[in-house]
């Protein structure tokens, strides 16, 4: 069972490789007619980082989930010949960071052989959660950039502490979920049919919506609150199952997202651009309305990896990357991408269901929620279904913070997995036998 | 826990099914539309750096073309008549964009439809060039004409062939040098740009208004309101016979509407077309013609419809289409409905109230009735040639829509070439030749009665057969200058550029 797994893997991680170096020598000649000059080396380099990856889990996390690791490799590797064809400098430095995120992957895996040790630690990591939170608020650290308030500054390294907090709070709130389950899930007063629970437990709804609420309004960061608050959220779902909680944090997430858009001007601002893109489509809609020239001139199958133009679309190694790869590639690349985020929310959420200790459950469906509902909500944005809000697109958009993150909750998934695959078969010895 | 898990899964694949649709929204089903949106530029600046057909007058000059050069641009794009062909042509920029027929045809100047692409399997191997040449259908000397009659006045010539909807002259003052945009100076360009919009649109050369522009049609557009008497009621050229008189109250109203310079005119219907007279075509409109018919008619023309023209966003014609609810009769027989905006039915029968028409729609009224009642789409594109000189795609001539019935077209007809012989529209007879015309004289605007622009449309063609002009001039008013005539500021320039184009056609010596 155990080898099945990882030999699957090796060789969905040989195809992932094959792909997107074929990716990277397609882009390359859309570009400029030529095979590029450092295709061996960058062959070899992917090949190395895959296994390096496949190594460490082969040794680490033997039983895990084989789709988890070869997904994300994928994406990553999409993101990078995306990035290499719109920017050749960011293409380095996603390199580097892609080689940091991975040695943090494999150090995830060796220095945290169980999960559950910590949920001892809940306090101090929401401490450390709520500091990295507020961290870009602190004079002197924080900057602000492109509007959002969500860098630090450390000597001449800028990084988003949000992108590490939300691993922390993930673990936090599972680990506070699980030990205030049974008060949680107590029926106070039933008002029309819905139970209401206790005002005092409601607590840590309107903590964390308080949290979200100051991170919208300080930080300019939305994508980044409705992300913390959704995870609250789903969590409290998961544990308690009760449509009330659902409820009642829709409507204070809704009454704060209103409350905020009258208050303030770049809320608005964001909401005009989001309704009327086209009002002003030299100004203030120009982002939004090039990604969606961009979209439409990739049409059903793309303009061709490097024939587009969509370099003058503003962020578009980041935010809008989605828009990058749907110009180029057509909707059957951003249907590809919405294809492996789903098999990834998938395989995550399967790890949930086989976990048999309520922690585990909780934090591998947060981390997976933390994955999938983050690319809902920047391609949401890329595409108009709901108005921009800045965040990344997991393991495929530019950013250091965001990849070094991710590739970290990816090792706490698959520690997870392989832990949930170990109980299993040690409380049913015979099933081995029986195979 | 296990079954909210699978619930907050499938909350989850819903999310991702919205991003789906969405994308198919965006990627299929609105593409071809966000590909034409103005602002879009993404062709353009992918074709750029390719190269580019070249855009030829009928009669062979060369009006656009590309060459390399050293720099940033691997092209520059010329035009080496300068602002003669600007509202035709448009201009191809790298930071701008195009517009005119280097937006319309500019996949297949850039070589980039898929017809284009390969002829062979060769050239899926092969790097060639694909580009198209463009001839169009403009003749040289007679749009250096049109432009040298209308002179440094603000307005527009417009000359087509009322048998195919080719055209043959397409003028506007002000106009504008294209290479300026088209060139690899990007700060000339720049510069150039920001002047030009620092203008009002009225002055801005960029504006090509004799298919962008909209303005009162004034009488002329009484060959609209003629066609809808004829078409629609029992009414003849000669029957029924209106008061003579100098002014017409419409019903449910005590404001009388005037003939021009308080003249006193009536008659019938080509009495009323030969002198233009306002009170005869105000009454036919408000109570003969009535509402219904008049928009139909107008309609039929090709108001309140986008013009089928080859050219991006040209303007809507517009004829109004709602007058009000019905408050009564009229006396008449048969009776019409009388609405709550009779009155300005009235005005809108002389080409007055919300009327409002481009040049190009003047024309195409023009060429309709010379062309027996039919109306061509109109279109500047006469064939693509390749890089061998071998004809790709050659412009097929297609109806528009059939307006007037042969009989109706012929009576117009005869109004018409009556107003050229002895009516309003005499400065724009030619001997020897069959001319029909009809002249306006339309208001700016209720602030300024005594400014008026001065039109003029009209047709010609030899005795003996089918007309093969048609044409529509307006001179703009000039603020302060008082009132411009179509039978004296128009007809003459018309009249030059119809001898220059007979001239061409071998009609006339």
């Known amino acids: ?435 | 826990m296990n079954r909210n898990i699978r619930i907050l899964g499938i909350a989850l694949i819903l999310c991702f099914v919205a991003l789906f649709v969405q994308l198919n929204r965006i990627q299929i089903f609105q593409q071809k539309e966000l590909q034409e949106n103005p602002s879009n530029m993404r062709s353009v600046v992918r074709d750029f750096n390719r190269e580019r057909g070249e855009i030829i007058t009928i009669d062979g000059e060369i009006i656009a073309e590309s060459f390399k050069v050293e720099g940033q641009l691997e092209y520059e794009r010329t035009y080496p008549y300068g602002d003669l062909y600007a509202h035709s042509t448009g201009f191809f920029s790298f930071q701008y964009g195009a517009d005119g027929l280097e937006r319309y045809y500019n996949d297949q100047l850039a070589g980039q439809k898929e017809t284009q692409q390969f002829n062979s399997l060769k050239d899926i191997f092969t790097v060639t060039d694909t580009s198209a040449d463009l001839t169009i259908t403009i003749n040289h000397s007679l749009q250096e004409t049109a432009k040298e009659a209308l002179g440094e006045r603000n307005g527009s010539v417009v000359v087509v062939d009322p048998r195919t909807g080719a055209i043959l002259a397409f003028w506007s003052y002000p106009s504008y040098d294209p290479s300026i945009f088209g060139s690899s100076d990007l700060q000339a360009g720049e510069k150039a740009w920001e002047e030009y919009s620092s203008l009002p649109t009225g002055e801005d050369p960029r504006l090509p208004k004799m298919y962008r522009e909209i303005f009162f049609p004034g009488s002329t557009f009484k060959l609209v309101t003629a066609s809808a008497a004829l078409t629609s009621t029992s009414a003849t050229l000669t029957e029924p016979e209106f008061d003579i008189r100098a002014t017409y109250t419409p019903p449910l109203t005590t404001f009388p509407l005037q003939n021009y310079a308080g003249s006193t005119c009536g008659g019938d219907i080509l009495e009323g077309l030969r002198v233009s007279c306002n009170t005869t075509f105000a009454e036919l409109a408000a109570e003969i013609v009535g509402a219904e018919s008049l928009i139909e008619t107008s309609e039929k023309f090709g108001f309140n419809e986008i013009p089928p023209i080859d050219l991006p966003s040209p303007a809507e014609s517009i004829f109004p289409n709602d007058f009000g609810k019905q408050v009564g009769e009229t006396d008449n027989e048969p009776p019409i409905p009388i609405l709550e905006n009779t009155p300005a039915l009235a005005q809108s029968g002389i080409g007055q109230f919300n009327v409002k028409a481009t040049p190009l729609q003047m024309a195409l009224v023009a060429a309709t009735i010379a062309n027996d009642g039919i109306l061509m789409k109109p279109h500047l594109m006469d064939s693509f040639t390749d890089q061998n000189g071998e004809l790709i795609e050659v412009y097929k001539p297609l109806i528009w829509q059939s307006v007037l019935s042969r009989q109706d077209a012929l009576s117009l007809q005869l109004a018409m070439e009556m107003t050229a012989a002895s009516g309003t529209a005499t400065n724009l007879a030619i001997p020897g030749v069959v001319v029909g015309g009809k002249t306006g004289t339309a208001q700016v605007d209720a602030d300024r009665p005594d400014d008026t622009h001065g039109w003029i449309v009209g047709y010609a063609g030899p005795n003996d057969r089918e007309s093969t002009l048609a044409i529509a001039v307006i001179v703009e008013s000039v603020p302060g200058q008082g009132q411009l005539t179509g039978g004296t500021d128009a007809a003459p320039i018309a009249k030059e550029v119809l001898l220059e184009a007979l001239k061409i056609q071998g009609f006339l010596e």
Do not use: C
């Open chain 1, 1 to 435: 069972m155990k080898s099945r797994n990882r030999n699957i893997e090796f060789f969905l991680l040989l195809f992932v490789a094959v792909l997107v170096v074929a990716g990277y020598v397609l882009a390359s000649l859309g570009r400029s007619s030529s095979i590029p000059a450092n295709i061996v080396p960058f062959l070899i380099g992917i090949l190395l980082l895959l296994l390096l990856a496949h190594l460490a889990v082969r040794k680490f996390a033997p039983r895990a989930d084989f789709s988890l690791l070869p997904l994300a490799g994928l994406l990553n590797g999409i993101g990078y010949f995306v990035i290499a064809r719109l920017d050749k400098d960011l293409a380095g430095l996603q390199a580097t960071w892609t080689l940091i995120g991975v040695v943090a992957f494999v150090a995830t895996l060796v220095l945290i052989p169980q999960v559950r040790r910590l949920e001892q630690y809940r306090y101090i990591l929401m401490t450390i959660g709520i500091v990295f939170l507020i961290m870009p608020l602190i004079p002197g650290f924080g900057r602000e950039i492109n509007g959002a308030k969500i860098w630090v500054s450390i000597g001449s390294i800028n990084f988003q502490p949000g992108e590490f907090a939300k691993i922390v709070l993930a673990i936090f709130f599972s680990a506070y979920i699980v030990e205030k389950r049974d008060v949680l899930s107590t029926t106070g007063v039933s008002r029309f049919g819905i139970a209401i629970p206790e005002l005092r437990h409601l607590g840590p709804i309107l903590l964390a919506w308080g949290v979200s609420l100051i991170v919208m309004v300080a930080e300019k960061d939305l994508g980044s609150s409705l992300l913390f608050f959704t995870l609250f959220v789903a969590l409290l779902w998961i544990s308690t199952g009760k449509i009330s909680y659902l409820i009642m944090s829709g409507a204070l997430f809704s009454g704060g997202a209103l409350l905020a858009w009258s208050q303030f001007s770049h809320v608005q601002e964001r909401v005009d651009i989001w309704l009327r893109p086209f009002d002003d489509p030299t100004g203030d809609g120009y982002q939004i309305v090039q990604s969606s020239f961009a979209l439409a001139e990739g049409g059903f199958t793309g303009t061709g990896l490097g024939v587009g133009t969509p370099e003058n679309i503003p962020a578009v190694e980041t935010d809008f990357i989605l828009a990058a790869i749907g110009e180029e590639l057509g909707l059957v690349g951003t249907t590809a991408v919405l294809t492996l985020f789903l098999l990834l929310v998938g395989s995550g959420l399967k790890i949930a269901l086989t976990s048999t200790r309520p922690f585990e459950k909780l934090l591998s469906a947060g981390l997976t929620t933390l994955l999938g509902f983050q690319a809902f909500i920047i391609i949401a944005g890329v595409v108009r279904l709901l108005p921009l809000t800045g965040v990344t697109l997991p393991f495929v958009s530019y950013g250091g913070s965001s990849l070094l993150a991710n590739w970290v909750l990816l090792a706490l998934l698959l520690r997870i997995s392989d832990e949930a695959r170990r109980d299993e078969t040690d409380e049913n010895p015979t099933r081995m036998g029986a195979g």
